[in-house]
C-alpha cells in the first residue's frame, strides 16, 4: 500500500469500517510512519504551517482500535500505545522518561529525565530536552532548539484541523514556561521562564507597539507582564507577553547551547 492509498482510506475510514483488515492496516501504517519520521502531523507549505488532518484522523483511529493492555517495562504499565523503540542515534538519560510510538527524535536530541514526548510529536536535530518537560501530542519542535526544566507544550488532535503547537528552530524556552492551543513560536525566538502563551494571550511587541496573537515573531525575546484593560469597575491588569527586545548578541551568549552535554 503506497502513500497515496494509505491517505486514501484514512480519510474514509469511520468507527464502523475500523473492523475491516484494509482500513486497519492503513491506521497502523500511518502511526509507523509517523513513528520513522516519514510523516509529520503538520509541516510548513510555502512558509505557513499546516495541519495534516488526515494524518491527526488516524492517529485518533489507532486509539479506537487498540484496547488497554498490560505491559511490562521494569513495572506494570496499562496502556494502547507502547513505548517508541529508540536506537543510539538519540540520548534519553534513565530513569523516568517516556517517548511514546509514533513520536520522532532526529539525531542527537538530548532527553533529560524524567520527561514525556507523546504520539505524534517530532523533535529536531540536536534539541534539548531539559527535566520534568511535557511534549505534547502532535507537537513539532525544530532543530537546536533549547527547552528548559519544567516547559510544557501542549498538545493536540481534536480537532484534527486544529494545527499544533509549533517550536521553530533555534528557539530557547525559560523554565516552567508553557505554550498551548497552537502557538507558533518562530525561529530562533526566546521565551523567558515563568512565561504562559496561548492564543488569547496578548503578545505586545514594546519596541514598536503591536500586539500579536497566536504567534511569536522571529527573534523575539519575551518576558511575562501585563496589560491594563479598563471595565466598569475599575482598570485591572491582564496577563500579557511582552516582547522587551529582539535578539542580539547578548541574547545570544546567554541562551547558546552548550555542546560539553552532548
Known sequence: MNLKDIKEMVEQCTTSLLKKKDFISAVEATIKLLDNGELRTAEKINNKWHANIWVKKAILLYFKLHSIKRMRYGYDYYDKIPLKKLDGSVRVVPIGSTVRY?????????????????????????????????????????????????????????????????????????????????????????????????????????TNGKIYYGVVPENAVVISGSLPKKTAFGEVQLAAAIIIKYRDEKTDSRTALEQALR
Do not use: W
Open 102 to 206: 509514533g513520536s520522532f527524535l532526529e539525531p542527537r536530541v538530548v532527553v533529560m529525565a524524567p520527561s514525556y514526548i507523546n504520539i505524534g510529536a517530532y523533535v529536531g536535530a540536536d534539541t534539548m530536552i531539559d527535566s520534568h518537560v511535557l511534549i505534547g501530542s502532535c507537537a513539532q519542535i525544530g532543530k537546536s532548539v533549547h527547552i528548559s526544566a519544567g516547559v510544557i507544550i501542549g498538545g493536540v488532535l481534536e480537532p484534527p484541523q486544529a494545527t499544533p503547537v509549533i517550536i521553530e528552530d533555534g528557539c530557547f524556552i525559560g523554565g516552567q514556561s508553557g505554550i498551548y492551543e497552537g502557538v507558533i513560536v518562530k525561529r530562533r525566538a526566546v521565551i523567558s521562564s515563568g512565561v504562559i502563551i496561548n492564543q488569547s494571550t496578548p503578545i505586545f511587541d514594546s
